[in-house]
């Protein structure tokens, strides 16, 4: 279980069911649904998006600072981002474009290998599969 479910299970005083908190949820304003929220309360959940944790810290009165925290997040500003002023001079494709850089860097890195297993990669003789069996053939000598 992750320490976001463990979190979620021990303010989850009431025992209130996923369905029961996702329509306290929705009747709050939120898009919670109990699928969501069954899968959270077990641990069987990936990074969370910020309207389910909002959705949580209001259901379950958590604040959202702790609920960040236990999912591993940037807790230091629980406000949604606000672009200077001067934003507002950016044309409607700038606005698309600095939205997608903001996603892009909250994506989570998928793939990505470490320094060490790039080089222990590269130091392997390579190795190529037979077109018809799919078994390794050894590695050429030219």
Not at 37 to 63: C, W
Not at 85 to 99: C, I
Request: hydrophobic fraction near 35%.
């Amino acid at each position: 279980m992750s320490g976001l479910s463990e979190l979620l299970s021990a303010r989850n005083t009431a025992g209130s069911s996923a369905r029961a908190l996702a329509r306290r949820a929705q009747e709050l304003g939120h898009t919670l649904n109990h699928d969501t929220a069954a899968r959270y309360l077990r641990g069987d959940h990936g990074v969370p998006d910020e309207a389910t944790l909002v959705a949580f810290s209001e259901v379950l009165r958590v604040p959202l600072r702790d609920l960040r925290v236990a999912a591993d997040l940037p807790a230091e500003a629980v406000t949604p981002y606000v672009p200077p002023a001067e934003a507002s001079r950016l044309t409607r494709r700038q606005r698309r474009a600095v939205d997608e850089v903001i996603r892009a860097m909250l994506e989570p890195t998928k793939g990505v290998r470490e320094p060490t297993q790039l080089a222990a990669r590269r130091r392997r003789p390579a190795q190529r599969q037979a077109a018809r069996h799919g078994k390794a053939e050894p590695p050429s000598d030219t």
